[in-house]
């Protein structure tokens, strides 16, 4: 999500903070902004779009020259990425700066609070309310830590925070929350960033924030704190790798960076969405719930990996919601003349909003008078803007072409729109919607759990580089993980690979199979009784004819073990979830089998990120 750079010492601390912004901008382009504090007093500037716009404010007006600075470049949540919503976000009084990353869920509470006691705020964000709350409890006289300390308390939600004031000339204070801060410390300075990279060409010698601790920055040492004021443990830890691998977080590949990311990614879609009340609230969707009542039929349109995404969402919409649900092909949808009405709920998934077949098959329904929702990852792109509502993931920027977080992030989020429109239609009771959100709320932990036995999926894969071929079976939601992981061999490694439904085996694949022929085999949970024996029986089908089967399966499902050549353990979840964890094995496979040939990884040939032409 956003980034966030902050430095005291000896150097002019404009250079090291836009500098350190450059190294973040993966983490959000809809504006950048820096503050500096000179000769008692704050400057700041900031512009919407990505850092060359602010770099050009910045040589056209330099702030004064000061050795304490802080910077942010911003992933939009509260509030359009506009100049005005830019961080960083000052007081009343222009004496305390405040940058933030993350999501304060009683902003509004807070933001009615201080308006109605005269405070004017000048921007639709969460974070302005920090500064003005900091604004008030500098009043006791204690200073920006103590201030910083109160400030928290009185926050929901995740957040980092960095703030300077002019009555701390030589301190500037950060504070986590679920939400990444890490201390970077150097000779005779020091810095504050969201990740190592933005401080990398200056120190290896980094500091990792705990959860709910303060720290004051000053350039002769680090004090870290927890929210209460006692002195915290740290995790003191040395960089391995250089400056030239900072823009990919001392990964090989950006793609192997996102992988690891994905526990943080889908916390981040799941943030700030169920109320006070316990409802769940999807505040971008903008479509009335009258409207949601009145739909008869769900179409859901998307491309490539996100269309895999929708084929998932088929099953929670008609579980969960019981309405009849459509999957198309973005690019086959428009020419079929589908039927389509103003009762019809158009879903468009697409990881840029600019993905053509997508845009085009979005104008086609809202020609046809139908509802539309979209799910997407970049703010101010095309796709929300041309939808009646929109559902961000919050995946921040993916680089790599073939898609992983974004992936994940889509599944979270068809899960919440199919909750959504349950809870509105009344097909499933409040309680029950708020118990199947905090089992989502466990998911990043449980992906989290995948990521750390993925060993031995590398050595497989490394061992199976010389094969032509490999063939991918699921049932249920496991069909479209089958379907998701042969493309990502296709995408990657660049060879023949295809995913079946496996109950469609005996109609002709079955043929395909013979001597040594790796299959995958995603198995549904054992507590899906009848389709768990059904695929357990193909695994047999496949390895009397000679087929290396690859099972994934929840971890103590021993039924599997005597048919399974390899096996994969993965955490027990419910059914409709489980394409969370049993997706993550494939990725790695396929990463690690096209690393094995010598393939770049990030820039598969022919492919690009975001495909803009029909």
């Not at 964000?125 to 500098?138: G, I, P, R, S, W």
């Not at 870290?224 to 250089?242: C, L, M, N, Q, S």
């Not at 690891?260 to 409802?279: N, S």
């Not at 845009?359 to 041309?386: D, F, W, Y």
Request: with cysteine; hydrophobic share 45%.
């Amino acid at each position: 999500m956003c980034g966030i750079v902050g430095y005291v010492g000896g150097r002019a601390a404009l250079d090291v903070v836009v500098e350190g912004l450059a190294r973040l901008e993966y983490r959000g382009y809809d504006s950048a902004g820096v503050a500096v504090l000179a000769d008692g007093k704050l400057a700041t500037a900031k512009r919407a779009g990505k850092l060359v716009n602010l770099r050009g404010v910045l040589e056209e007006d330099p702030p004064p020259a000061g050795t304490l600075g802080m910077g942010h470049t911003r992933w939009a949540t509260h509030g359009p990425p506009n100049d005005r919503n830019a961080h960083p976000h000052v007081d009343c009084t222009g004496s305390v700066a405040v940058i933030h990353n993350g999501i304060i869920e009683n902003f509004a509470e807070l933001r009615a609070e201080l308006e109605e006691s005269g405070h004017g705020l000048a921007s639709d964000t969460d974070t302005e309310a920090v500064a003005h709350l900091l604004e008030e409890e500098l009043k006791a006289g204690d200073g920006l830590a103590a201030a910083m300390r109160r400030v928290c308390g009185r926050l929901d939600g995740a957040f980092t925070l960095v703030a300077m004031h002019t009555g701390d000339p030589d301190l500037v204070v950060g504070a986590r929350r679920n939400s990444p801060l890490v201390v970077g410390v150097g000779e005779g300075e020091n810095f504050l960033a969201s990740d190592v990279a933005a401080f990398i060409a200056h120190t290896r010698d980094a500091i990792e924030l705990g959860q709910d601790q303060i720290v004051e920055l000053r350039a002769d040492g680090v004090r870290i704190t927890d929210f209460e004021g006692r002195p915290a443990e740290v995790k003191e830890y040395h960089v391995d790798w250089d400056v030239s691998a900072a823009e990919k977080g001392g990964y090989d590949y950006f793609m192997l960076k996102e992988i690891a990311e994905q526990p943080r990614a889908v916390a981040d879609t799941l943030l700030g969405r169920i109320g006070a009340d316990g409802r769940l609230r999807l505040d971008e969707m903008r479509i009335s719930d009258r409207e949601l009542r009145e739909v008869d039929k769900i179409i859901i349109v998307a491309c490539g990996t996100s269309y895999h995404a929708g084929l998932i969402a088929k099953y929670a919409i008609e579980h969960w919601a019981g309405l009849p649900c459509e999957v198309e092909l973005a690019s086959e949808f428009r020419y079929r003349d589908p039927i389509l009405s103003p009762t019809t709920l158009v879903i468009a998934i697409s990881q840029s909003g600019e993905t053509m077949d997508a845009l085009m098959a979005v104008r086609h329904a809202r020609e046809q008078r139908a509802k539309l929702l979209g799910i997407c990852n970049v703010n101010g792109s095309t796709l929300p803007r041309e939808c009646d509502g929109v559902l961000y993931t919050h995946a921040g920027p993916e680089i790599a072409v073939a898609s992983t977080k974004a992936f994940l992030t889509q599944l979270v989020a068809v899960y919440l729109i199919a909750l959504y429109i349950a809870q509105t239609r009344g097909t499933k009771w409040g309680d029950e919607v708020f118990a199947m959100v905090q089992l989502l709320e466990r998911m990043p932990e449980k992906v989290e759990k995948v990521l750390e036995t993925m060993e031995p999926v590398r050595e497989l894969a490394r061992s199976l580089a010389g094969e032509r071929c490999v063939l991918f079976l699921g049932r249920h939601v496991g069909f479209p993980v089958a379907l998701e992981g042969a493309l990502k061999l296709k995408e990657l490694a660049y060879m023949h690979a295809e995913g079946f439904a496996a109950g469609e085996l005996k109609h002709g694949p079955i043929a395909l199979i013979e001597e040594d022929l790796p299959v995958v085999v995603v198995v549904p949970p054992r507590a899906r009784d009848v389709l768990h024996d059904k695929i357990v029986s193909n695994i047999q089908e496949i390895r009397a004819r000679g087929a290396r089967t690859i099972v994934i399966a929840e971890e103590g499902d021993e039924s599997v073990v005597p048919y399974a050549d390899t096996l994969i353990g993965v955490p027990a979840v419910p059914t409709l979830l489980q394409p969370l964890v049993t997706t993550v094995p494939l990725q790695v496979f396929a990463c690690e089998l096209a690393t094995a040939k010598g393939h770049d990884v990030d820039q598969p040939r022919n492919l690009a990120k975001s495909v803009t032409v029909e």
